[in-house]
């Protein structure tokens, strides 16, 4: 088998394969998964999540023609999982009928998945190459609505063969896997670049004349293949009965690999593009194709408004799209492998480069989306036909750190509007953000304290990485607004004593009464944060203010709360719920805010000191006694972790069962335990881990943080789960890309892009990003990829700081220590 041309991080096989299901699209495009056994599932690029459907036709094929006419033809798939066998009517699976490969193994780092198929009565070595380009710091790079389908064939006989590769696709325009509207739809020879007149490309593009062109299933699709020796292709396929349309495709093909055009009047035509090579001995061919898609008309989270897709308002239709690509394919690929070597050759442990990295599929599922104005929006997650709780939910997405470090550019779009849009003129910031924006913003009319005390952070974060002084100015108005909000008559700090007393609606879909560690390690961290701002901004009356306050609600959290192994919740009802200040309670929370139930109390909660955490990422130091934040870590282990699930009794979700490790949510170690707690305490959920994990690395409790690590992937095996795919409140969840806080945490590294400062407090080959640049620290020198970098100081471990006159580093530049 040949090598593969990217580096690769895992190895999947047996039934290991059989929920695999990585995410081929760019961000804000929807996507279509390469499956384990090298089917096309999933089909998400209809402006929904569509967990389970695929089109009536999805695959590809091989033919083998060896010079004494010895011909095989198999789909380029391998072999069904056993849970595939049975069904009322035979094999449920797609494409069951087709012959296939005996084995199958999946290697991958993602972007990139290399099926490699073996067959011992097949005379090649097969290989699917899928992926769609991820380039750090470039958005518009990493958000092409195309996926890569390579099929590198290699002959390891003594004589040329003939070998075609055929790919079959059912014009499904109008089906999202929850709507069929599909009618009048048409397929169309297509050839030429589009524009681009030194592209080979050649296929098929799919439209629709009878779904009206304002459904949100309308659009384009089309298959390509680039560079073809001998391209053959269908627009139709024959209008046959009983099976006779396959069979009829299938024979054509073996015959001599060539297709043969076929007239059709089905609504939902299938079209086909085949290209014929010959294959010398011991060599490889690789025949690309690619698949790529337009569909304009996404709506405003539930609603029934247009908002759009920022991705098709660059190209007029999928063929110009792929046109467009292919074009820019060999550098777009390129540029990913240099991301992913660099990433994969750092020293971090392979737990945290494959939770961190296979997280960052979630970036391209319709967990988010862009609209044309280039704002990035995100769900929760999706469910498996719709979006999973809306909004760009603050409580949510403040746990994930790949967006900042990554793709700044996003960050900031997500911080102007928590501040410029979702936060009026009270400070009230609605934390599920309404759309379109014009008009629907503020919709939502309820402020979660977490996530708003969260984004201030977020604001300082994202100011200090990028050194962008006009994205402060801009959106402090509305962040001190969004501090002061705290202490409002009613409010969550009503007597200004830096103690979360209020009514605080917050991650676990109910409302804290009272002062509890969670929402205070937040206020905590909101307050340094905006110390550091104001003093920027030389409003050093506020500066002072917010010192203050941290000072004394740091001191009474670690003397009121700390109970000598964690921090508890002290309940404290309001009088009334008219004492409760409007925009502070939602409808999920306890009925009677006097006597409420789904409270905290006196557990041991898995992220109680989430604010910390954060605070640390952020370079604000920490909020807490560091004696007692470690005592508390432990504590969560101690209390939290159950190794096997057997007796575990669990009310709500399940995500984790059997004889799997992982660590709850929450314990009540010392009893007096509510009789109705918050309603998640007795689940597991991959988003909380790794934020602990975070939080235990940076205290210093290593090897505690990496088993946390190494557990949540251990169920996320492929047979179990699948691994580009940490689920929570829906699929593809956001918070579990607070994964990437760990590659922060181990390396040490901090960027202060105000100053130009960098520092790394471990030592080793480090891979390093600041959202607008990215590269590699090793033994030669600090080495920039891509964007750029201002640099004045580098701070290593164990030396003096080395100083520099102010630089701006470009792409595929080194700094030399020598």
């Known amino acids: 088998m040949t090598t593969s041309p990217w580096p690769l991080l895992r190895t999947y096989t047996g039934r290991q394969l059989h929920r695999l299901a990585l995410p ?13 056994r090298g089917n096309l599932r999933d089909w998400e690029i209809v402006n929904r999540p569509a967990k389970g459907f695929h089109p009536g036709t999805a695959f590809f094929a091989i033919r083998t023609e060896s010079p004494e006419g010895t011909v095989t033809t198999r ?25 296939r490969f005996r084995s199958a193994e999946f290697g991958t780092a993602y972007p990139f998945a290399r099926l490699s198929l073996r067959d011992d009565d097949v005379p090649v070595e097969l290989a699917v190459e899928a992926f769609t380009p991820f380039v750090p710091t470039d958005v518009e790079a990493s958000s092409w609505p195309v996926a890569v389908l390579r099929f590198a064939v290699t002959n390891p006989t003594d004589q040329p063969l003939t070998v075609s590769l055929a790919g079959s696709l059912q014009n499904f325009i109008g089906r999202d896997g929850t709507s069929d509207i599909a009618a009048g739809n048409y397929n169309t020879a297509a050839s030429g670049g589009s524009g681009h007149p030194a592209v080979d490309i050649e296929g098929v593009l799919m439209g629709s004349r009878g779904v009206d062109p304002e459904a949100e299933q309308f659009g384009s699709i089309a298959l390509a293949v680039l560079d073809g020796q001998d391209v053959s292709r269908r627009t139709g396929w024959a209008d046959r009965t009983w099976g006779g349309s396959l069979l009829d495709f299938w024979d054509d093909f073996t015959a001599d690999g060539r297709l043969d055009e076929r007239a059709s009047e089905s609504e939902t035509p299938v079209a086909s593009v085949a290209d014929r090579r010959t294959v010398a001995a011991g060599a490889t061919e690789r025949f690309t194709f690619l698949l790529g898609w337009h569909f304009p008309n996404r709506r405003a989270w539930e609603k029934s408004d247009v908002v759009g897709n920022h991705y098709t308002t660059l190209v007029d239709d999928a063929w110009t799209a792929v046109c467009r690509f292919a074009a820019q394919l060999e550098s777009l690929e390129r540029r990913t492998v240099d991301f992913v070597s660099d990433f994969l050759a750092s020293d971090l442990p392979e737990q945290v480069k494959e939770a961190a990295l296979f997280n960052l599929s979630t970036l391209r599922t319709q967990t988010v989306f862009r609209t044309p104005d280039g704002r990035f929006f995100g769900w929760e997650g999706c469910s498996d036909h719709v979006g999973s709780c809306f909004g760009s939910c603050t409580h949510v997405w403040n746990y994930e750190q790949a967006t ?11 911080r102007e509007v928590e501040f410029a849009h979702a936060t009026d003129e009270q400070g009230l910031m609605s934390f599920r953000v309404g759309l379109p924006l014009e008009t629907n913003a503020q919709d939502w009319r309820v402020a979660a304290a977490d996530g708003q005390l969260g984004c201030l952070v977020k604001l300082y974060r994202d100011w200090r990485l990028s050194g962008d002084d006009k994205l402060l100015h801009a959106l402090w108005p509305a962040a001190r607004r969004a501090l002061e909000f705290c202490w409002i008559e009613g409010g969550w700090d009503a007597d200004r004593d830096g103690v979360m007393e209020g009514c605080q609606h917050n991650t676990m879909d109910v409302e804290y009464y009272g002062p509890n560690p969670q929402m205070q390690s937040w206020y905590l961290a909101a307050l340094r944060a905006c110390e550091e ?22 001191a009474w959290m670690d003397k009121n709360l700390f109970n000598g192994e964690y921090y508890r ?23 009677d805010p006097t006597h409420p139930e789904l409270q905290l109390g006196d557990g041991c909660l898995v992220d109680q000191l989430a604010g910390q955490h954060l605070a640390r990422i952020a370079d604000l130091g920490t909020l807490l006694d560091t004696e007692r934040v470690q005592t508390t870590l432990r504590s969560i282990l101690r209390h939290n972790r159950r190794e096997g699930f057997h007796g575990h009794f669990n009310h709500m979700r399940s995500y984790v069962l059997g004889d799997e490790t992982a660590v709850l949510m929450c314990s009540y170690p010392r009893g007096n335990r509510p009789e109705r707690p918050f309603p998640y305490f007795t689940e597991v959920m991959t988003g909380f881990e790794h934020i602990l994990a975070v939080g235990l690395i940076q205290e210093g409790l290593i090897d505690e943080g990496l088993q946390v690590i190494t557990d949540i992937r251990a169920r996320y095996d492929g047979e179990r789960r699948n691994p580009y795919d940490e689920a929570e409140c829906g699929h593809h969840y956001a918070r579990a890309m607070a994964s990437w806080g760990a590659v ?16 790394f407090t471990t030592p080793g080959t480090h891979f390093w990003s600041t959202g607008n640049a990215f590269g590699t620290l090793d033994s030669d020198g600090l080495h920039v990829r891509a964007g750029t970098l201002h640099l004045t100081s580098l701070s290593l471990p164990n030396q003096p700081p080395i100083t520099f006159t102010p630089t701006t580093l470009t792409p595929n530049t080194t700094l030399p220590f020598n």
Do not use: K, W
Not at 404 to 414: D, H, K, N, V
């Open 533 to 554: 701002m104001a003093r920027h901004l030389n409003e050093d009356a506020l500066a002072a203010d917010c010192r203050r306050l941290f000072d004394y609600g740091s």
């Open 569 to 591: 919740h002290e309940i404290r009802p309001p009088a009334s719920a008219d004492a409760v200040a409007p925009g502070l309670r939602e409808s999920m929370g306890a009925a």
């Open 744 to 759: 922060i945490a181990l390396t040490g590294f901090d960027y202060d892009g105000r100053t130009g400062a960098m520092r």
């Open 75 to 99: 789909a380029a798939e391998g072999p069904l999982d056993l849970s595939d066998y049975e069904g009322a009517h035979g094999s449920p699976a797609q494409s069951h009928g087709l012959p």
């Open 24 to 36: 081929l699209g760019g961000i804000g495009t929807g996507t279509v998964s390469f499956g384990g």
């Open 404 to 414: 900042p470090y990554l793709f700044g550019e996003i960050a900031r779009s997500l």
